[in-house]
């Protein structure tokens, strides 16, 4: 069958790379792959992420032969927000959608002396940790590096950061959504445009990835990008931590903290920012404080304390004030630094382990949830 001029344009538009998908390193091969000169990349960079620009014709100092060239191979294709929502305490949530009818939440937590961007790395979560509720929505893929890093691109032109020269948001976080070491090869060029100049222009310590403990996963990082490292412990125990974090049973404790011992090192003044989830009676007792206090002495680290964020069909509660007190008591005199973290956006589902979205879930993992939930209901 002959194709026509016509139907080989509309196959090219039909196949365009989204230049989202690129970090400079991934643009330069690109410009190199189609005849160009790799400084293109920069140019590229700078227009989108300096002077959000995502239209090819208005950036001038691309020649027009070129211009005409990405428009027919290439695009910036961003995310859409479908919903916003804003917390009386000023948390933001956006609910971001992707095509084939998916959609994360990213949520913005603005201090007094910063302002943090919680970012989603996958569709829902395949791992199911038993106390958190993105967890429970199931898993439907992992989101593509012009996914992630446009959510912060979004976020950044619905806060008007760096307009006027303000710095809305200070500190991006990969705690939203999903496990972000098991969607490495994507999360990675993304953190590479949060740190980069040309990108957002981030130091290494305002952008932290948090994982739920894949061992593989923080030896890669570290080798990879220098960035910050977070670790949802909530337990120092295996016998507990696993019934919490069904992950551990391949990656237990030892083995997680070895890890975390090699992230760190004296090149890049490394720490560990470990978060404890509190649990009534199931990890909040004075003895699971002096564990953790015990475990914790041979990393440089800090720990954040969070009470339990309760969502529908959950089986656990929140530590009582008093308990939270007592276990940051124990842990401090213990010699670590532990903060309990203000629960923020809970008027609008926004805190930590609340996250939902929309999740077109292949596990069917939701669904045995809704069916369990019905079966309990007198």
């Not at 967890?135 to 008007?160: D, H, P």
């Not at 237990?252 to 090192?265: G, N, T």
Request: proline share 4%; net charge positive.
């Amino acid at each position: 069958m002959k194709v026509t001029g016509k139907q080989n344009t509309v196959n090219a538009i039909a196949s365009r790379l989204n230049l989202l998908d690129f970090d400079e390193a991934g643009l330069r091969d690109f410009f190199t792959s189609i005849g160009e000169k790799p400084f293109r990349a920069q140019q590229i960079l700078k227009w989108v992420y300096h002077h959000a620009v995502t239209d090819f014709d208005a950036m001038t100092d691309l020649g027009i032969a070129l211009r005409q060239k990405l428009n027919l191979i290439a695009e910036i294709k961003l995310p859409v927000v479908l919903q916003e929502q804003r917390s009386n305490d000023g948390t933001v949530k956006w609910l971001i959608g992707f095509h084939g009818g998916n959609a994360v939440e990213t949520v913005y937590i603005p201090e007094p002396k910063r302002g943090t961007l919680c970012v989603s790395s996958q569709v829902g979560c395949a791992l199911n940790c038993s106390f958190c509720s993105t967890g429970a929505q199931g898993f439907a893929r992992n989101l593509t590096t012009g996914e992630i890093i446009g959510q912060v691109w979004l976020a950044a032109q619905a806060l008007g950061h760096e307009r006027n020269g303000l710095r809305k948001i200070t500190n991006i976080v990969m705690m939203g959504m999903g496990e972000p070491l098991l969607n490495f090869d994507a999360v990675v060029p993304a953190l590479s445009v949060m740190r980069s100049d040309l990108g957002f222009g981030f130091a290494a310590k305002r952008v932290t990835v948090s994982t739920a403990g894949h061992v593989p996963g923080i030896y890669r990082l570290k080798e990879a990008i220098d960035v910050a490292l977070a670790v949802s412990l909530h337990a120092p125990v295996d016998e507990v931590r696993t019934g919490l974090v069904p992950l551990n049973r391949k990656y237990p404790i030892a083995e997680l903290m070895q890890a975390c011992r090699d992230f760190v090192s004296e090149k890049h003044k490394r720490t560990v920012t470990f978060e404890y989830t509190l649990i009534d009676g199931v990890n909040d007792h004075p003895e699971h404080a002096r564990k953790l206090v015990k475990l914790l002495r041979t990393v440089p680290s800090k720990l954040n304390l969070i009470p339990f964020n309760p969502f529908p069909g959950t089986q656990y509660r929140c530590s009582s004030q008093d308990r939270i007190s007592r276990f940051q008591e124990i842990v401090m005199q213990g010699g670590l630094i532990a903060t309990v973290r203000k629960t923020r956006g809970e008027d609008i589902d926004a805190a930590c382990g609340q996250l939902v979205g929309k999740v077109l879930d292949r596990t069917k993992r939701s669904e045995r949830i809704k069916i369990k939930m019905a079966e309990s209901t007198p």
